[in-house]
């Protein structure tokens, strides 16, 4: 089993580092280019960024080619998420006219800043200073604008560009253009309100998680000669550091691109790799640990050594999807596509690591109700549910609770649902360690080898024919004593007889 699942560990790890490289380029930056080719969406969005007094968004557009059929050409800017275009934007796709006009906007209640180019040069029509309740743009040239806002005004703020057809047009490709992007705050931070936080966080997390490295360490060198020690123990320790090194890797690509506007790519693709690792540990330790690899047995099923290698399989293709979020900006055509598919394959494995638990379950329930060792098993089954609701908390937790407080927090504390995330995970860890550590007092680990099984049947047997045996010979001694016994049993017994 060990020699398997280094062969299958090795093979996925090697595969997803391949994705990694061939998909890493330009990592998640605040200073970027956006090469538009073929451009035929009606809208798509080009930024979003946390801006507050002393922040500046600056797009430079160059590069502009007509090739046909357009008849109107604009930025948009407004807050996300209160004043969402989403209404108007679906209400553009089927319209036979242009509306790139405020007053057509105000009809559905909403007022964003226009900004429109000439369709044939893709120069500004009007270099007019805008100022649209605290939010104010200018113009430094004909081809760029840059956006501030007073204290009151503070807010994510969404750029989004618009395209606009004639009625006889149909939506083909219609321009090609460049458009620089350089979003940052004030004292030159680049990651904006809302995440400039995170370089902070996890470097505070990672230092939590290098001390529970170094507990756990000592934990199993103290009893590295315990019976209650396991492989899957070392596995834990392994995912623990692991984990360590991946936040170590992510304060310091947040504090390049904090920092400078672009991170360093030598060490995103670290982080990368890393995080490919880690996230393959922690599905494979949760599976054995469900699966009871260790504690309640020691070989695993054909059944379990399918479900490790479509969950390792499945956790390679959730980080590539992680990897195309991550390198592609917010106006790319796919990017709704993979987060879409990173979803649905991160939530696939959260819910293949429930059936070892439950086979687990049940093959203690089955055995507290028909062998020998009832307490054992209840012990063990107890255990096991535990284990069960906390994995399902945690996925609970980290995919659906988080994701709520990423959409629903205000924009200058989208850092707590990372906080969130990282401190659940953190008590998940210390938790498991916790509930199957290879401490004395820990029973419920003992696992009987075939051969203390066999020698403890032995005893039984040999045991039992030992008794009989003396049984056996006691009576026979008995018949041949007895006509020589003591005459005061005889007589008794005859008095009983007569009795």
């Known amino acids: 089993n060990a020699e398997y699942m280094g062969r299958v560990f090795k093979r996925m790890r090697w595969a997803g580092v391949l994705l990694v490289l061939a998909l890493a380029g330009c990592a998640w930056a605040r200073i970027y280019t956006l090469a538009l080719k073929d451009e035929h969406r009606l809208h798509f969005t080009v930024s979003t ?46 319209s036979e006219e242009c509306h790139l006009q405020a007053q057509n906007l105000e009809i559905f209640g909403m007022v964003p800043s226009i900004i429109q180019l000439d369709p044939d040069t893709g120069a ?32 994510d703020y969404t750029t989004s560009m618009h395209l606009c057809y004639g009625p006889e047009e149909q939506p083909v490709p219609g321009i090609n253009m460049q458009i620089k992007i350089i979003e940052v705050g004030p004292d030159n931070d680049y990651l904006g309100a809302g995440l400039n936080e995170l370089p902070s966080l996890y470097t505070a997390m990672a230092v939590l998680f ?57 060490w995103a693709i670290t982080y990368y790799i890393i995080n490919l690792l880690r996230g393959m540990l922690l599905f494979v330790t949760v599976l054995l640990i469900g699966a009871g690899f260790g504690f309640i047995k020691h070989v695993l099923t054909d059944r379990e050594k399918k479900l490790i290698v479509i969950v390792l399989s499945l956790q390679v293709l959730a980080n590539v999807s992680l990897i195309v979020l991550e390198e592609t900006n917010e106006s790319s055509e796919y990017r709704s596509v993979w987060r879409e598919i990173g979803l649905v394959l991160d ?61 629903t927090i205000s924009f200058e504390y989208k850092w707590v649902a990372a906080a969130l995330e990282e401190a659940i995970t953190f008590l998940f860890y210390v938790s498991t360690g916790y509930m199957f550590s290879p401490l004395p007092d820990n029973e419920y680990l003992v696992v009987p080898t075939e051969d203390e099984d066999e020698i403890q049947l032995e ?41």
């Not at 968004?57 to 590069?63: A, G, P, R, V």
């Not at 029509?125 to 005004?153: C, K, Q, R, W, Y």
């Open 49 to 94: 960024f946390g801006l507050v007094e002393g922040g500046s968004i600056t797009l430079d557009f160059t590069n502009y080619v007509p090739l046909g059929g357009i008849k109107g050409v604009a930025f948009m800017v407004h807050r996300a998420p209160e004043e969402s275009t989403d209404f108007y934007l679906n209400r553009l796709t089927f």
């Open 347 to 407: 939530l696939a494995c959260c819910t293949a690591i429930l059936f070892p638990v439950i086979w687990s379950i049940k093959h203690l329930r089955e055995s507290a109700q028909s062998d020998g060792k009832a307490q054992m098993s209840l012990v063990k089954l107890n255990l096991f549910r535990k284990f069960y609701v906390m994995v399902l908390l945690y996925i609970y937790s980290t995919r659906i609770i988080v994701y709520l407080i990423q959409t």
């Open 210 to 266: 290098g001390a529970l490295c170094a507990v756990w360490a000592h934990v199993l060198y103290q009893h590295r000669d315990s019976r209650h020690f396991y492989k899957v123990h070392v596995l834990m320790l392994v995912l623990v550091f692991v984990k360590f090194l991946s936040l170590v890797l992510h304060a310091i690509d947040y504090h390049y691109i904090m920092a400078n506007g672009t991170p360093t790519e030598g």
């Open 459 to 499: 005893q039984i047997v040999t045991g039992n024919k030992a008794t009989e045996g003396l049984r056996n010979k006691s009576d026979k001694d008995g018949l041949r004593r007895k006509p020589r016994g003591d005459t005061r049993e005889t007589n008794v017994d005859t008095l009983d007889d007569q009795d």
């Open 124 to 155: 500004l029509l009007s270099m007019d200073p805008i100022s649209n309740a605290g939010l104010s743009i200018e113009f430094p040239t004909n081809h760029s604008l840059t956006m501030t806002v007073n204290g009151t005004a503070a807010n």
